[in-house]
C-alpha cells in the first residue's frame, strides 16, 4: 500500500515538474530578432531623425526672419530654437516612463500628434511669447515622444547587428539637417512663415506613420508537442492503474485516521497517569516530553556525512531562516531563530534545566515574532531568493557590479506580482540606450552565455517587498508602476556622488551650452556679411552629411582601434573649441565652408559615444540612470546657450564674442572629461578586468 502511494506521488510530482518547466521566465522575455521587421524599424527611426533633428538643427534658417518680423532681439528669438530642441532632450525620462508603460508605437503616435498641434497653433502667433509657447515648449514635447521610442526601438530589435542598425538610424540627425536647411530657406523665399510651419506641420504628422511601424517584439512562441493518439487497450491499462492507486489512496486515508486515533488515545492515558502521580511534572506542558524524546532520539547522528564523504558535526537547531507557511489569515513569513549554541545532555531528556526553559521561552519569543527578523514576502518568494533580494535590493552597502552569478534579479519581488508583460517591457532591460553591440561589451564576453542568456540576465524588474524605501516617488500612487519605475531609475541624482560621472555631467552642462551656437548663428552671421540667403542655409547642409560621415568614422575608430572611446570623446571637444575660436576669422564664403564640415565632423563623435563612454567607466547597470541624468543636463544647456550667445551679439554687435564665448564653453567641458584622463582618476573607475560567470541557473515557473 505504502509502495504504491510513494509511486503515485512520485509520479504526480514528475508530471507536475515537466508542466511547470515549459513555464518559466525565458519564455516571456522577447528575443531580438537582428534583422526581418527590424529594418523596417530602422526605416522608421531614420524618418523620425530626419523630422526631429532636421527641424531643429536647422532653426537657424527661420532665427533672421523671425527676429525682422517680429522686430525683437536675437536672444529673445534664439529661445524659441533652443527651447524646442532642449525640451525633447529634458523630457527623455518622462518619455522613457510613457514607452515603458505603452510602448514605443502610441507614444510616438501621440508625439507626432503634440507636435502637428503645436507647428499649428504656433502659425497663427502674434508674438514671440506664443511662438516660444508652442513651436518651442509644446512642438519640443512632442519631438521627445517621437525621439526616444525611435533610438529605444532599434535597441530592442537589435543585439549583434545594434551598432549598425543604430548607425543607420541616427544618421537621420546629419540627412535631416542637410534637407531641411535648403528647403526652409526656398519655403521662406516664395511663402511666409506661417505657411511654412504649417506645412512642417504636416510632415511632422507623418511621423505618425513610421510610429505605426513599430510593433511590438513579442516573445518567443513555444510550440506544442503532439500527443500521440493511444490505443483503446493502453488507455485501459492507464484507467486501471489510477483506480488501484485511487484505492490505494483510500485505504491509505483509513489507516492514517486510525493511526491518528491511536496516538491521542496514548496521549490521554499519559496525561492521566501524570495527574494521578500529582507530582511538580503535571504541570509541563506534553511538548516538552516530546522535544526531549526528539532530542534523544538525534543524537546517535550528531555526525552526518557531507556530499564530498567527510563527517561533519550537527546541532539539533540550525541557524537558518524558517519559512512559516501561509494560512487563510496570515501571509508566509521569514523567521531568521537563533541557534542553540550546545547540545543538551542525555541525563536531562524528561525534566529540563532552567536554562532549557529559558531556551523555551526564548523559542516561543521567537515563534510570536519577537526578537527576530521577519520579513513579509509576497506569493510566490522562495527560501533561495531571500538572500539575493536584500543583498541586491536593500543593503546599504550594495556592489556597483551586477550579480551575475544567479537569475535572482528577474525573480527581484514575486512572480505572482510581477505581470507576464512586464518581462517585454522596454526599459527593464539595461542595455536598452547601449548604441553599440553587446558582443563588444566586457561583462558579455567573460559571462560565457550566448545572447538569449544574457539578456536574460541584464532583464531587471523592479519588485515589492514589504521593505520601506524612503522615496519622492512612493507619493505618486496616481502614476502606474512601469513609469514610477523608469522615472526612479533615470532620475536617481544619487550617481552625481560618483566623481568620474560628475566630471561627465559638468563637461555636458558647459558643452553644450555652445554646442548650438553655429546651428543658431552662423546663417545670420553669414547673412550679414553679404551672403545670400540660399548659400548660407547651405552651411547648415554641410554641418549635416559632414556630421553623419563622422558618426560613421567615430563608430569605426572606436572598435578597430586601441584608442579607447573616451579619449576620441576629448579630442573631439579640443578641435571643436579650437574651430568656434578660429570661426570669427572666417571672412570668405569658402573658409565658413572648411569651418561647416570640421564642425559637423567633430561634434558628431561627441554625441554618437556617449553611451559607450558611461559604459566604459560606470557599467551596463548604470547606463539607464546615467543616460536620463546626462539627457537632462543636455536639455538644460541646450535650452540656455543660443540665448547668452545672443546676448553677447547684442551688447558687443557683433558675433565674434558670441562664437569666442561658445568655443570657451566647450573649452571647459573639454576640460572636465580631461580630468578622466588622469592617471590617478583613471585607476579609480578602471578596475582590473575579472572573470564573470553567469550559472546556468534553471529559471523558477511561473504561475
Known sequence: MSESKSENDRRRRS?????????????????????????????????????????????????????????????????????????????????????????????????????????????????VNILILTYGFLGGFGFGLIYLPAIVSVGFYFEKRRAMATGIAVCGSGVGTFIFSPVNSEMIAHMDWRNMLMIHAGIVLNGAVCGMLMRPLEPPKRKKRKVPDKSVIEKAKQEAIRNRQRAAESESSVADVQKFAKLREAKQQREDRLNEEDSDLSSLPSHIFIKGRQDSECQPYKHSFSDRGDSQPTSPVVDVPKIVLPTDETQPQVDETQANDSPRSNDSQ????????????????????????????????????????????????????????SAARLRIGSQHNIDKKDYARVMYRQDIFYSGSIVNLQEFKSSRQNVDQYITSITSIPGELGVPRASCWDHCTCLPKAVVDTLKDMLDVSLLRNFPFLMICLGNLTAMSGFYVPFSYLVDQSLLMGIDHTRAAFLLSVIGITNTVGRILAGIIADHTKLDALTINNVALVISSILLFFEPFCTEYWSLLVFASLYGLCVAAYISLTSIIICDILGLEKLTNAFGLLTFTRGVASIYGPPIAGMVFQMTKSYTASFYCGGGMFAIGAAFHLVLQVPCVRRWYQKPETEVVIDNVEMEPVV
Not at 532549557?356 to 509576497?378: A, I, R
Request: glycine share 10%; net charge negative; with cysteine.
Open 350 to 405: 524528561n525534566v529540563p534545566n532552567e536554562s532549557e526553559k529559558k531556551q523555551d521561552d526564548k523559542e516561543k519569543e521567537h515563534m510570536n515574532g519577537k526578537n527576530s527578523l521577519s520579513v513579509e514576502l509576497p506569493k510566490g518568494v522562495f527560501a533561495h531568493e531571500v538572500e539575493p533580494l536584500i543583498e541586491n535590493g536593500y543593503s546599504k552597502n550594495r556592489s556597483p557590479k551586477p550579480n551575475y552569478s
Open 15 to 127: 508530471s507536475i515538474d515537466s508542466t511547470e518547466s515549459e513555464d518559466v521566465v525565458e519564455n516571456y522575455i522577447p528575443r531580438p530578432p537582428d534583422g526581418g521587421w527590424g529594418w523596417v524599424i530602422v526605416a522608421a527611426s531614420l524618418f523620425c531623425n530626419i523630422i526631429v533633428d532636421g527641424i531643429g538643427y536647422s532653426y537657424g534658417v527661420l532665427l533672421p526672419e523671425f527676429t525682422r518680423y517680429f522686430q525683437e532681439p536675437r536672444s529673445k528669438t534664439s529661445l524659441i530654437g533652443s527651447l524646442q530642441v532642449g525640451t525633447y532632450l529634458c523630457a527623455g525620462p518622462i518619455v522613457s516612463g510613457l514607452t515603458n508603460k505603452f510602448g514605443c508605437r502610441p507614444v510616438t503616435i501621440a508625439g507626432s500628434i503634440v507636435a502637428c498641434l503645436g507647428f499649428l497653433i504656433a502659425s497663427f502667433a502674434g508674438s
